[in-house]
């Protein structure tokens, strides 16, 4: 799909799920903005995507053979016609009667690969593909940044200076370059490679029959510079003056993915014309946290300016929670197929706002979380994450995350974002009673849950309530000190409403899952 041309690609038996073929693959490609086409008539209509659908033959003699189809489809989601084909003289001529075999009269579908093009060029860059990536020819990145110098060299404003006895002096560069080859030309046509021109000029021309004034000549000829830099060029790095440069296929594959990084940043601040599209498996890898933050940023300047970047990640680094229309999640729940999960352009958040809560807490990894254990603030984290270990449970080995939404007034946000990106989870949060605000707030919550129990959990009162205590100065140390040195039993008997109110939370990763029933893990539930 990446390459533009994913009509070319062959499909196999393994491709399919469950090597099931006589379930269609259907890849479909919207676009953001739809392609204008204009018919033989010049009527125009909208492209608003592609598709490509794998089959195998239902009947005949290439039954069960897969085959490929591919098309564009209109804003209503259907295959887009084209207009009638033109006969051979350019003119559409209508079929006389309906057996009329002459012409082809019949609606054709417009076809994926005489649009796709459109788009821009596509990249797709992964870490088994860095070799590829290096060649300085060709359509990848690094051969895009050298195009623009080959291009450039064409033009007249690249100039060629040069000193004389009377001063310096200057050239167009490739009028420069003429002359040198001129020169280089004259130095290699020794008197033996006149002879061997002259022979080959006499007998290619005796052979095609040519008179003596029809003569056919061959020269030495010299490549142009654009054949000139692609065969002596090689790229090279130098840490130091006193280190030996180093081609940059003999570096390690952290500083290949350095380099992959300098010549995205590069075209991105010298290319000024053409479209790309990016898509990146993985950009993280070998990149230590600042380079990843750096990265990402490269990455936004591109898909800011009029190239397109598309990127998988399982990086906190590369996810910006007030960007998060953009973000698509891909989930595989419960040993099924993958599905992926995206936020309803419908849906308006406060982000700009929440996304400073989370870079500061630590909260992007909700994005990558099976479970999310949502609390009020940094104190009932600190608990819950503590009761939660000394039950036994591994939160890393469970993909759970316990995130501390730092108010009341913002569970609610965090729960919308979890239910649109289907991550499954659970809240926590204090009764308040008799706190006015609180209570509108708790109100808040239960209508955003739509009242379903199996989903939340609250606290009598609050957490303090339930430690036997008050608020104090720095409050998370200590309410952490009064379950410091108790294990979970103890903290069972001494603090029932704290464990009573995590209970339910707990008891779906004590039981194996096959000994669940629908109930009970109705609040993990999977589209």
Same mark, same amino acid.
Request: proline share 3%.
């Given at each position: 799909?990446?390459?533009?041309?994913?009509?070319?690609?062959?499909?196999?038996?393994?491709?399919?799920?469950?090597?099931?073929?006589?379930?269609?693959?259907?890849?479909?490609?919207?676009?953001?903005?739809?392609?204008?086409?204009?018919?033989?008539?010049?009527?125009?209509?909208?492209?608003?995507?592609?598709?490509?659908?794998?089959?195998?033959?239902?009947?005949?003699?290439?039954?069960?053979?897969?085959?490929?189809?591919?098309?564009?489809?209109?804003?209503?989601?259907?295959?887009?016609?084209?207009?009638?084909?033109?006969?051979?003289?350019?003119?559409?001529?209508?079929?006389?009667?309906?057996?009329?075999?002459?012409?082809?009269?019949?609606?054709?579908?417009?076809?994926?690969?005489?649009?796709?093009?459109?788009?821009?060029?596509?990249?797709?860059?992964?870490?088994?593909?860095?070799?590829?990536?290096?060649?300085?020819?060709?359509?990848?990145?690094?051969?895009? @940044?050298?195009?623009?110098?080959?291009?450039?060299?064409?033009?007249?404003?690249?100039?060629?200076?040069?000193?004389?006895?009377?001063?310096?002096?200057?050239?167009?560069?490739?009028?420069?370059?003429?002359?040198?080859?001129?020169?280089?030309?004259?130095?290699?046509?020794?008197?033996?490679?006149?002879?061997?021109?002259?022979?080959?000029?006499?007998?290619?021309?005796?052979?095609?029959? @040519?008179?003596?004034?029809?003569?056919?000549?061959?020269?030495?000829?010299?490549?142009?510079?654009?054949?000139?830099?692609?065969?002596?060029?090689?790229?090279?790095?130098?840490?130091?003056?006193?280190?030996?440069?180093?081609? @940059?296929?003999?570096?390690?594959?952290?500083?290949?993915?350095?380099?992959?990084?300098?010549?995205?940043?590069?075209?991105?601040?010298?290319?000024?014309?053409?479209?790309?599209?990016?898509?990146?498996?993985?950009?993280?890898?070998?990149?230590?946290?600042?380079?990843?933050?750096?990265?990402?940023?490269?990455?936004?300047?591109?898909?800011?300016?009029?190239?397109?970047?598309?990127?998988?990640?399982?990086?906190?680094?590369?996810?910006?929670?007030?960007?998060?229309?953009?973000?698509?999640?891909?989930?595989?729940?419960?040993?099924?197929?993958?599905?992926?999960?995206?936020?309803?352009?419908?849906?308006?958040?406060?982000?700009?706002?929440?996304?400073?809560?989370?870079?500061?807490?630590?909260?992007?990894?909700?994005?990558?979380?099976?479970?999310?254990?949502?609390?009020?603030?940094?104190?009932?984290?600190?608990?819950?994450?503590?009761?939660?270990?000394?039950?036994?449970?591994?939160?890393?080995?469970?993909?759970?995350?316990?995130?501390?939404?730092?108010?009341?007034?913002?569970?609610?946000?965090?729960?919308?974002?979890?239910?649109?990106?289907?991550?499954?989870?659970?809240?926590?949060?204090?009764?308040?009673?008799?706190?006015?605000?609180?209570?509108?707030?708790?109100?808040?919550?239960?209508?955003?849950?739509?009242?379903?129990?199996?989903?939340?959990?609250?606290? #009598?009162?609050?957490?303090?309530?339930?430690?036997?205590?008050?608020?104090?100065?720095?409050?998370?140390?200590?309410?952490?000190?009064?379950?410091?040195?108790?294990?979970?039993?103890?903290?069972?008997?001494?603090?029932?409403?704290?464990?009573?109110?995590?209970? #339910?939370?707990?008891?779906?990763?004590?039981?194996?899952?096959?000994?669940?029933?629908?109930?009970?893990?109705?609040?993990?539930?999977?589209?």
């Amino acid at each position: 799909v990446s390459s533009g041309k994913f009509y070319n690609y062959t499909f196999s038996l393994t491709d399919f799920y469950n090597q099931d073929i006589s379930q269609a693959i259907s890849i479909k490609l919207t676009l953001h903005s739809p392609l204008e086409y204009r018919n033989v008539y010049q009527q125009a209509c909208q492209i608003e995507g592609f598709i490509l659908d794998v089959k195998s033959y239902k009947q005949g003699e290439s039954k069960g053979q897969i085959h490929t189809e591919h098309h564009c489809f209109g804003i209503n989601g259907k295959n887009k016609n084209e207009n009638p084909l033109m006969d051979s003289e350019g003119i559409y001529k209508p079929k006389k009667t309906p057996d009329d075999d002459s012409i082809d009269n019949q609606r054709k579908p417009i076809l994926a690969k005489d649009h796709l093009y459109k788009l821009g060029k596509f990249y797709f860059l992964d870490i088994d593909n860095l070799s590829s990536f290096l060649k300085v020819s060709g359509y990848g990145p690094l051969g895009r @940044l050298f195009k623009i110098y080959k291009d450039d060299f064409q033009t007249d404003t690249s100039i060629y200076k040069y000193k004389t006895s009377e001063g310096e002096k200057q050239m167009p560069s490739k009028e420069a370059f003429k002359i040198q080859a001129t020169r280089i030309t004259d130095i290699l046509k020794t008197e033996k490679l006149k002879e061997i021109e002259t022979a080959l000029s006499k007998n290619i021309s005796e052979y095609l029959g @040519l008179e003596a004034n029809q003569k056919t000549t061959i020269n030495l000829g010299l490549p142009n510079h654009d054949e000139i830099f692609e065969s002596l060029t090689k790229l090279k790095i130098q840490e130091s003056q006193k280190l030996e440069p180093l081609n @940059l296929s003999d570096l390690g594959t952290g500083y290949l993915s350095l380099f992959r990084l300098a010549v995205i940043k590069t075209l991105a601040e010298m290319n000024k014309t053409d479209k790309a599209i990016y898509i990146i498996e993985e950009p993280e890898i070998y990149l230590h946290p600042h380079l990843r933050r750096f990265f990402y940023k490269t990455l936004k300047t591109l898909s800011t300016n009029k190239d397109e970047v598309i990127f998988s990640t399982h990086s906190e680094e590369f996810v910006n929670i007030s960007d998060y229309k953009s973000i698509i999640r891909v989930d595989k729940s419960n040993g099924t197929f993958t599905k992926t999960y995206q936020v309803d352009k419908a849906l308006v958040l406060d982000f700009d706002k929440i996304n400073q809560k989370v870079k500061r807490k630590g909260n992007q990894e909700i994005f990558f979380a099976q479970h999310l254990l949502l609390s009020e603030g940094q104190d009932d984290k600190v608990i819950l994450d503590d009761v939660i270990e000394k039950k036994g449970i591994d939160c890393d080995a469970k993909s759970i995350s316990v995130i501390d939404c730092d108010s009341k007034t913002q569970i609610p946000d965090y729960i919308k974002l979890s239910e649109a990106l289907n991550i499954n989870y659970f809240v926590i949060f204090d009764t308040d009673k008799g706190n006015a605000s609180s209570e509108a707030d708790t109100k808040k919550i239960l209508a955003v849950l739509k009242n379903n129990k199996n989903k939340y959990q609250a606290f #009598p009162d609050s957490l303090e309530t339930a430690l036997k205590t008050t608020k104090q100065k720095e409050n998370w140390r200590h309410l952490y000190s009064i379950i410091e040195n108790l294990d979970y039993s103890q903290i069972e008997q001494q603090f029932p409403d704290v464990t009573n109110t995590l209970q #339910p939370f707990i008891s779906h990763f004590l039981i194996p899952e096959k000994e669940l029933d629908n109930s009970k893990k109705s609040y993990i539930r999977t589209s």
